[in-house]
């Protein structure tokens, strides 16, 4: 079958326009939280996500609505727990084991959802619908416009909170605010990949374009079309297949990482370390 006429489906236009919006997103939102080092607190978030999603199943509304306000919650614990984002591990760590403890309790409470929890930990985008589609489309507007107004504030603070907060730069309370926007950024792309490889969408694409440019602009470029094209790779390769759209996804990304550092450890492009592109992004 050609692949044209795999958009005749509707199911596959909803994967395909859900994971173009998410891959987007997360490649955006990723470039910063490979930037400011905070990896680990995007995937306490996610794993967090996962109980919301359990408690939300448990009650009888949609998982999404639970994933939100869990991640949510936990963003502006953790965003104001302390003066700086660096340095709070311990404080994310004790969200994370009291989050995932209420997902197991809400999973004994009612095990009928099997499949539920199946496909929040590792993703169902082939079975998403319209609204679905939507709801993506508009979390990600939320999530672009938020980021926008303070991305130059956030990479100075990324550079020199110290300078930063010299300067007036509310610190605390943009590190609050920046972890609430990847919470909802792994929110929307938890329908795509799941809790278990949020990492291929959010952190794989903005690292490996890291390593090719210490420009904003062009790292950013760069990290959206290869997340794109590597959730339209895994779509195309689920459909043909039947096996999982994550695991195709997770590949694809890790592929490319592997390849860049490999093309930078024989000298054929240039290691462009994150401190760079730090430096980068602020000149651009």
Known sequence: M????????????NAFLAGTIVAIVASVVGYFVVLRHVTFAGHALSHIGFS???????????????????TLLAALAMGLLGERLEGRDVAIGIVL?????????????YTAYASEAFSILFGSIMGISRSDVALSLGIGIVVLVALSFISRPLLFMSM???AAEARGVPTRLLSAVFLLIVALAVSEAVQV???????????????????LTPRLYPALSLAVGLGV?????????????????????????????????????????????????IEGSLGS
């Open 160 to 162: 020199n909170p110290i």
């Open 52 to 70: 919301g999603a359990a408690g939300a199943v448990l009650v009888g509304v949609s998982p999404i609505w639970g994933l939100l306000a869990f």
């Open 2 to 13: 050609p692949l044209t006429e795999i958009l005749q489906y509707e199911f596959m236009q």
């Open 229 to 277: 094209l590597e959730t339209w790779f895994g779509l195309i390769l689920a459909y043909y297949t039947d096996y999982s759209v994550s695991f195709f996804i997770a590949s694809a990304a890790v592929a490319a990482y592997l390849l860049v550092r490999l093309l930078v450890w024989m000298g054929v492009i240039g290691n462009v370390l994150p401190a760079q592109a």
């Open 193 to 211: 990949v799941g809790v278990l490889l949020i990492f291929a969408l959010l952190v794989a694409p903005p690292a490996t374009a890291m390593y």
């Open 97 to 109: 084991a009291f989050a995932l403890g209420l997902g197991i309790l809400f999973l004994q409470l």
